[in-house]
């Protein structure tokens, strides 16, 4: 709606200002769905952070559910490649 509103008054030529400031915008990270695999197959496991102030993430893999490092993101979520040799 706030985007909507904002082309049509760029549109008529009017000057839009922020409706909130940036801060607004921010949100703090509460969980990431991960899939493995294919289009057609694969899996799909979480990570999700525990509510409150603890500040603790969780692995839920099926029937498995650990406790994850938060620094491990990047190397856990790649949403990136998968490398295969073939001969």
């Known amino acids: 709606?706030?985007?909507?509103?904002?082309?049509?008054?760029?549109q008529a030529g009017k000057t839009v200002d922020a409706l909130h400031p940036l801060s607004y915008y921010e949100y703090e990270l509460?969980?990431?769905?991960?899939?493995?695999?294919?289009?057609?197959?694969?899996?799909?496991?979480?990570?999700?952070k525990e509510r409150g102030n603890t500040g603790r993430w969780y692995q839920f893999n099926d029937v498995i559910v650990e406790p994850f490092d938060p620094a491990?993101?990047?190397?856990?979520?790649?949403?990136g490649y998968e490398s295969v040799q073939s001969w």
């Open 72 to 79: 491990d993101i990047p190397a856990q979520c790649f949403g």
């Open 30 to 48: 509460s969980g990431i769905l991960v899939h493995t695999g294919t289009a057609e197959s694969g899996h799909y496991y979480s990570f999700i």
């Open 1 to 10: 709606k706030e985007g909507l509103h904002r082309r049509e008054q760029q």
